[in-house]
């Protein structure tokens, strides 16, 4: 499976970015979907993360009510999304997509077994 991000950039805080995951997998639907960041000097985080099915998302406290995941699993549309609004300084990382065929332990970093090269948001105060 090859993932690759992109949508991030620069942006003001407050401001809105929306990332983009185009997944290579042949059935999509078999993978759950997951969002992490990396700060500099700071460990890989969890996110956001949605069920192969996009019924069930899951967020880090830190951005629940101002950041959005969705899929879209129409063929020929492998892609999840993430909606980023209200964006603060803090939120400035690189954001990395990764997929699972796991059902469990989605904000666990060790659950997904494959990662795109991830894409730079920069939110400026």
């Known amino acids: 499976v090859q993932l690759v991000e992109s949508g991030g950039g620069l942006v003001q805080a407050g401001g809105s970015l929306r990332l983009s995951c185009a997944a290579s997998a042949r059935t999509f639907s078999d993978y759950a979907m997951g969002w992490f960041r990396q700060a500099p000097g700071k460990e890989l985080e969890f996110v956001a993360a949605i069920s192969w099915n996009g019924v069930n998302s899951y967020y880090a406290g830190s951005v629940k009510g101002r950041f959005t995941i969705s899929r879209d699993n129409a063929n020929n549309t492998h892609t999840v999304y993430l909606q980023m609004n209200s964006l603060k300084p803090e939120d400035t990382a690189v954001y990395y997509c990764?997929?699972?065929?796991?059902?469990?332990?989605?904000?666990?970093?060790?659950?997904?077994?494959?990662w795109g090269q991830g894409t730079q948001v920069t939110v400026s105060s």
């Open positions: 990764a997929a699972t065929t796991s059902k469990l332990y989605l904000r666990e970093v060790n659950t997904y077994d494959y």
